[in-house]
């Protein structure tokens, strides 16, 4: 498997590329300072007014070559309250970045395919050398969608923390698999407010 390499797109393209993560930027504020869809209690939801982000940085959003896997086995993976939820890999994204060759599973929800709303969304759970530092220590997390075709677009840009990184108490992650650990600084999407450590 060759992983491709990224090319950047043209100046018209980039603009959408970058409205589009201003867009996900500024609905991610928006989720997190509504007390209907917020995670965030007590002074933690009164003192948010927005998230920290990395500088957008295209070079972190890459054309990946992808593989699907044509026999899911369903697993547990396990969450951050020590239980698990069941998931299947959907299939593998192989790309390069900053010169080193990079594989990512990418998974299915079993309880999320279900629903018609969710049937055709993708997870994908990392880490990065930035945990524990500029970003949560459990890692982040990308959407994404069912897809045709033999590539898959991966903006890291578009990257967050899940929910039990602001609350531990009513929230129940997936803890991102070790195989989906990147050797390297992913340094675009969210940060993280040391306000949040626990």
């Known amino acids: 498997m060759n992983p491709i390499i990224c090319k950047y797109p043209s100046p018209a393209k980039n603009k959408k590329i970058v409205d589009d993560i201003e867009k996900f930027q500024s609905n991610l504020n928006k989720e997190y300072l509504d007390p209907k869809e917020t995670p965030l209690r007590g002074d933690n939801f009164k003192n948010f007014k927005k998230h920290p982000f990395f500088s957008i940085n295209l070079k972190y959003r890459v054309t990946a070559q992808f593989v699907k896997n044509e026999n899911p086995k369903p697993f547990d993976l396990p969450t951050s309250s020590g239980k698990s939820k069941q998931y299947q890999e959907y299939g593998k994204a192989y790309f390069n970045l900053e010169g080193k060759d990079f594989i990512l599973n990418i998974y299915q ?55 039990c990184a602001y609350n531990a108490y009513d929230y129940n992650c997936p803890i991102v698999p070790a195989e989906n650990k990147i050797s390297l600084e992913i340094r675009v999407g969210v940060m993280y407010d040391d306000v949040y450590h626990h």
């Open 109 to 163: 929800s079993l309880d999320l395919m279900k629903l018609e709303e969710y049937k055709n969304y993708l997870f994908l759970p990392f880490g990065d050398l930035t945990n524990n530092k500029e970003t949560y220590g459990g890692g982040k997390y990308i959407d994404l969608t069912i897809l045709k075709g033999n590539t898959i677009i991966i903006d890291f840009n578009q990257s967050y923390h899940p929910y």
